[in-house]
Nanobody
Framework: DVQLQASGGGLVRPGGSLRLSCATFGFRFDDYAIGWFRQAPGREREGVAC????????YYSDSVKGRFTISSDNAEKTVYLQMSGLKPEDTAVYYCAADYGVTRWTLPRAYDYWGQGTLVTVSS
């Protein structure tokens, strides 16, 4: 079965850091792009970052650029989202997803597979 397993969420104080992981199973990892999305209560799901495994390209939303970094361990078929300088408005459930041949990386319906969410809460 195809699986994406997001983990690493938790409670962190403003200005702090957190690393999320997305472990993948059951598909050709090297042919896909892996995206991170987040959704807060009452808000639409938004794209945060994306990494094309095939060519190494990265993409970020304006709201996280300079604070978040997406990377991968290709041998482990795992993608990471390193989050620094966290703000209360970053609080959301974070999801990872896989898309074969990303063009519009911010579009959730373009993605083929989704993992479960992991909750990130930024609060003092």
């Amino acid at each position: 079965d195809v699986q994406l397993q997001a983990s690493g969420g938790g409670l962190v104080r403003p200005g702090g850091s957190l690393r999320l992981s997305c472990a993948t199973f059951g598909f050709r990892f090297d042919d896909y792009a892996i995206g991170w999305f987040r959704q807060a209560p009452g808000r639409e799901r938004e794209g945060v970052a994306c990494l094309s495994i095939k060519d190494g390209r990265t993409y970020y939303s304006d709201s996280v650029k300079g604070r978040f970094t997406i990377s991968s361990d290709n041998a482990e078929k795992t993608v990471y989202l390193q989050m620094s300088g966290l703000k209360p408005e970053d609080t959301a459930v974070y999801y990872c997803a896989a898309d074969y041949g990303v063009t519009r990386w911010t579009l959730p319906r373009a993605y083929d597979y989704w993992g479960q969410g992991t909750l990130v809460t930024v609060s003092s």
